[in-house]
């Protein structure tokens, strides 16, 4: 499996730096190859993916982002972005899994006090944490939070939580007096319950069913930011935290059609029959399946420089840090969903069309090649990419900024 990841050097200064993105994606390609060898009998058993996360932290690719002195490999959010497209050349789910897990991780530095931001990053790189999100506000009930003396309550449902019950952290959003604010919770909080109801066509690895909060306690430093905990407008720099997430989705869509065609391409080599009124001997010389092989390859690789773009575009607005205007925020914004536009559109294309390089025979259960576009599909519609389109329309027409929520 090759990588054709690009080594970003926006952020990156010295040889080491790079060494570390280097070796980390060479980390990453281990553990790809390693889950596309089981991909399709994992996906058909449909278990928990603890064994995945396990695999995932002892190859220590949970903590990439922290810095270096605290353990980690220091490297940017759009770094650790082209690791979940590495991941999700072996198996969507996980790389599904890996990228909450990298955007979750940057919320206390946006919403936290320095305190908080500290302390979490020293924790994710000293004891490789894997955090799990309750934060889908579509579904269930809303998520209130209530004082209780000198703490709060939680209670509430979530009927979508990818690695909750799994994750060794939680983070979670809630409603506190009207007004979104993030929570940091350990894993084995009493009042927490994972529904274990998840069982779609696709992700099937993602542990994402639903959730609830029985009067569950909070305490005060496990909220970020600093008192008062209404009344403050979100600045920016704080809205990037939503195209965290559309990045993650990006890189996963796009690292999926890049296996999913590799696959293929390995499978058509080896087995693929060239058509009766070919006039060729073997599949790779059909000219019907060359003309395919290089639309796909094509578009797939258009998609894949959008990616690139967009990460760049938001790592950019990270380093310009607190001072962010709305404009530039918008920027940032609508490269990304610019790029979640086409590879949703590219990538659920080249799920599709693989059969017509394989040919019948690979549309045989046993192969679940059918997976990558069941995960893509999946995935797509929680999400729908046609109001990502309208908001590029919007910022590009009318100068129209995506106003923020958590999907926007």
Known sequence: MSVETRLTDHVTTSADDTDRYAAALRRAETVAAELRATAAERDRANRTPRAEVELLRGHDLLQVQEPVEYGGDGLTYAQASQITRVIARGDTS?????????????????????????????RNAGEKLFWGGVQNPRGGSDLVLTRDGDGFRLNGRRSFASGASLGDQLSVTAVFEGELVFVSLPAGRDGFRALGDWDNIGQRLTDSGGVEFDNARVERSEILGDDPLTGRTLTPYQTLVTPHWQLAFVNFYIGTAEGALDEALDWTRLHAAPWETSGVDSATDDAYVLQTVGELRSEIRAAALLADRAGDALQH???????LTADERAEAAVAIYEAKYLTTKVSLAAASRLFEIQGARATTSAYGFDRHWRNLRTHTVHDPVAYKAREVGDWTLNRRAPEFSLYR
Request: avoid cysteine; charge should be negative.
């Open 94 to 122: 996980i790389a599904h899994l890996i990228g909450y897990h990298y955007a979750q991780t940057r919320i206390a530095p946006l919403f936290g006090t320095p305190e908080q931001a500290d302390a979490q990053s020293r």
């Open 317 to 323: 607005a990270l380093d310009v840090g607190p001072s």
